[in-house]
């Protein structure tokens, strides 16, 4: 027993080591997080505008990759908080006699068939009624980490 008690001892203290060698080493203020500042200084936010013009003056962004949601090309200001009961998107965007047709300049983007439970009848699936879960609003900002994401050949 007293063996087993002076083993378990020895073996903490050793255990132990390591861990009071990792607190000597400590890390500057500077190396954390993406900022080039100390963590303890309060920065505004940047102010960020989010699409340029009215619905259906701006210039589509690329998609991300093959299955990414488009972006919202206009600004969303006026339009929020979107409900279940006050969705100012589908007034514009819920047109399905015009999936599959090509889109002329200043016409709303319909929504995808897969948005509603019906597309002939132009019944739209409430499970997606929240656009803004998907779709965000665009703006021109500085990548804080650059991305090397490649698109597959």
Same mark, same amino acid.
């Given at each position: $027993?007293?063996?087993? !008690?002076?083993?378990?001892?020895?073996?903490?203290?050793?255990?132990? !080591?390591?861990?009071? &060698?990792? /607190?000597?080493? &400590?890390?500057?203020?500077?190396?954390?997080?993406?900022?080039?500042?100390?963590?303890?200084?309060?920065?505004?936010?940047?102010?960020?505008?989010?699409?340029?013009?009215?619905?259906?003056?701006?210039?589509?962004?690329?998609?991300?990759?093959?299955?990414?949601?488009? $972006?919202?090309?206009?600004?969303?200001?006026? $339009?929020?908080?979107?409900?279940?009961?006050?969705? !100012?998107?589908?007034?514009?965007?819920?047109?399905?006699?015009?999936?599959?047709?090509?889109?002329?300049?200043?016409?709303?983007?319909?929504?995808?068939?897969?948005?509603?439970?019906? &597309?002939?009848?132009?019944?739209?699936? $409430?499970?997606?009624? *929240?656009?803004?879960?998907?779709?965000?609003? /665009? &703006?021109?900002? *500085?990548? !804080?980490?650059?991305?090397?994401?490649?698109?597959?050949?």
């Amino acid at each position: $027993m007293r063996k087993t !008690l002076l083993l378990s001892a020895v073996l903490a203290s050793l255990l132990s !080591l390591p861990a009071i &060698a990792v /607190q000597d080493q &400590a890390i500057s203020e500077d190396s954390l997080g993406l900022y080039n500042s100390s963590v303890y200084e309060v920065l505004d936010p940047a102010v960020t505008n989010y699409g340029g013009g009215d619905p259906g003056t701006n210039k589509r962004s690329v998609r991300s990759y093959n299955s990414a949601p488009p $972006m919202i090309t206009h600004s969303t200001q006026d $339009m929020l908080p979107i409900t279940r009961d006050s969705n !100012l998107c589908k007034d514009c965007h819920v047109q399905p006699d015009l999936i599959g047709q090509k889109i002329v300049k200043g016409t709303p983007i319909p929504a995808p068939v897969s948005h509603y439970v019906d &597309a002939k009848k132009g019944e739209l699936y $409430m499970g997606r009624w *929240n656009c803004t879960q998907c779709h965000r609003p /665009q &703006a021109k900002v *500085n990548v !804080l980490v650059k991305s090397t994401f490649r698109k597959a050949k």
